[in-house]
């Protein structure tokens, strides 16, 4: 199975920053990749997939790059409702596999 | 509006079977490139992967849970069941059933997302 490491863990960020989440698979693949966001107590919804390709509806600030072993998750300027846990997810082959997480909290 | 909706017991003793069932709707699960795949995610945990039925009736499970998982679909009732034997405390998680689509397939790429989610079942695993 691709393991998929996540990093950070956790971040703490203001509102206005930067963020980054990085996605490290143990082997490589193009294409076959999404990011979720889950608030507490609900249930993961769908940011990016593909890659790079911005769910509708999604805000612009989020955006996905990568391919090969490294994939990214970059919100441009932090707002008061990305505070969440965000999950990358490995489609290429079965078993599917999501990432640790990576909880961003407020500063 | 495509909605999914997750149904089942939310106690279970050790041993017992579990039996969940994904009813959805705004989509038919007859169209090609449309799955309904089951995560799960054990409290203050990361997700999982569980299983995966597409249109034409193949099944992917968890290689390590494959033993214990059945996933069936009943396309008239738009509805998908799970059903996961020999339950442990282990299995305590919040169940979460989700439509994946398949996107464009290009060379050595067929990228599926999962969109939209149930609001998920906690299911608790105790004597």
């Known amino acids: 199975a691709i393991q998929m490491t996540q990093s950070p863990s956790s971040l703490s960020a203001s509102v206005g920053d930067r963020v980054t989440i990085t996605c490290r698979a143990s082997q490589g693949f193009r294409n076959d990749l999404g990011w979720y966001q889950q608030k507490p107590g609900k249930a993961p919804t769908l940011l990016i997939y593909a890659v790079s390709t911005l769910q509708s509806g999604v805000p612009s600030r989020f955006s996905g790059s990568g391919s090969g072993t490294d994939f990214t998750l970059t919100i441009s300027s932090l707002q008061p409702e990305d505070f969440a846990t965000y999950y990358c997810?490995?489609?290429?082959?079965?078993?599917?596999?999501f990432g640790q997480g990576t909880k961003v909290e407020i500063k | 509006q495509i909605t999914l909706k997750e149904s089942g017991p939310t106690l279970v003793k050790p041993t017992q079977t579990l039996t969940l069932t994904c009813t959805f709707s705004?989509?038919?699960?007859?169209?090609?490139?449309?799955?309904v795949g089951w995560i799960r995610q054990p409290p203050g945990k990361a997700l999982e992967w569980l299983a995966l039925?597409?249109?034409?009736?193949?099944?992917r499970y968890s290689p390590s849970l494959q033993s214990r998982l059945t996933i069936t679909k009943d396309t008239s009732k738009n509805q998908v069941v799970l059903t996961m034997t020999s339950m442990d405390p282990v299995d305590t998680a919040t169940y979460y059933c989700?439509?994946?689509?398949?996107?464009?397939?290009?060379?050595?790429?067929?990228?599926?997302?999962?969109?939209?989610w149930g609001q998920g079942t906690l299911v608790t695993v105790s004597s």
């Open positions: 705004g989509f038919s699960l007859s169209t090609s490139g449309v799955a």
């Open positions: 989700a439509r994946s689509l398949r996107g464009y397939c290009g060379v050595g790429s067929c990228p599926n997302w999962f969109d939209p």
């Open positions: 997810l490995q489609d290429y082959n079965y078993p599917w596999t």
């Open positions: 039925i597409y249109w034409d009736d193949d099944k």
